[in-house]
């Protein structure tokens, strides 16, 4: 590996919350969400986002959507090599391309941007990543030429920021699935040619799944997506607005084989993992079933990115299947889920179609049976709440607050998270914390004991039978009990 890719033109990389495998545990990551706090920098940044491992600046995992873009670049022939963040400075000054992957480069992301809200500070990510364009390597190499390319899913942000982009020299942004786009870019930078300041990929080229090369280096996690896509059509989301497509097995094998080269275990990326090969929104058992099956034989744990509370609703029965062909090997499993309200109404409102195949009036019933069915197969959500959407009523909120309260028995941790304009919606306006109402705020504190409740016993299974939970675990205890001494002082018992 020695000097693996120094002289290469094309050069990625990502900040310091993104180049790291959070402990093996994804939901560790989002404690780069939150901004400064009573624990030291130093301390903070290895509990949460520690350093990933590197031969000579290569890292040996790094970001999923990063190892994507170097597969296609590699499968058109460029020159390209991935680097951590701290060795860029080896690297640089031969490349003529950087490409940078951003997923919330400014901490406008629903997590950060409630977090930053309230506690009036900026996240860590956005520290980071100006830290990172901060760097006097990059300043030198722009200097004698550089260009600088950045994409993933927060390249919306960039829009907000105009100065930035103009003060640091960003030379092309490309929001949206890039494998059919990048090729053309890097080239031109490579030539000297012009490059587009904004490229917003059309749906003419989101590539086909024959276009989406497979990895051939590891991600981090283990991630390897099934799918991309969703039917659902959520009008806040902007992943609704592309075509749904599902990997072949092969497809998926082919990268968990890549990604078992550094770890045994294999994150599976959907939208909807509940949903893998089916075109509408009732589960296909057999692909589900023989997808967990598949991949359990070369893994020794599964994880998934997000799945749909009405999916599992719809289909319990093999909700429990997959359960019991996960749990042979693990003791339990999380994934991301989206909640959003506890109101039929707002549910017709802003996401019709996320209930189905049950009506939208039927939503809090959704949950409910969800949410009980993923407690008792050992599924952990990290479900989310939108505040402070268009057209939200007192009404909308009540009943949310009381879903909310329907979840006290059910293990899984509740984020409500500030409205951010995205999707159908990007038009409209921002929620700020100063719009918090009184019921707003007895959201935000009902959902804090939720958590609170449930979180000792999250901590517990997230690091059962890890060697190193005993050094780690004692610390995220030490950030609880800090945490729940501020909410007591601020009067929330
Ligand atoms: S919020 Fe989730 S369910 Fe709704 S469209 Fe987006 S990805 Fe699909």
Redesign the pocket.
Known sequence: MENAGEGCKVVLTADRTLMSNYHHNEFVGFGACAPPNFIPDWLYSWLFFPPIKTYDGVPVAAPYGLRKIEAQLLREGFDVVTVDQDYLAKYIDDAKVLCIHVMDPFGLGPASSTLASILKKEPFLSQYFRALMEKPEIGRAKKHGLKIIVGGPGVWQFTHRPEFVKKYGIDCMIEGEAEKVIGKVVRAALNKEGLPQYYEVPIEETPSLEEIPDIIAPSINGMVEIGRG?C???KF?S??LRPLRWYPYEKILKEIEVNTEIGKEALLHA??VMLYGSKNTIPDDEKLVKLHGTVLEKCEGIGWSHC?LAAVASKPRLFSKIAEIMLQKQSWWGAEV?IETGSPELTKKI?PA?AHPFKPEEWPDVVRTGMGLMHDNKLIPACTLIVGVPGETEDDIIKTIELVDDLKEIRSLIVPLFFVPMGRLKDDNWFEETEANKLHQELLIRCLKHDFYWIDNIIDLAFKGKWYAKLLRPFYRLFVEVIRYKAKKAGIK
């Open positions: 969703c659902r059509g959520c989301c992943v609704t939208e909807d749909s989206g996401m996320k």
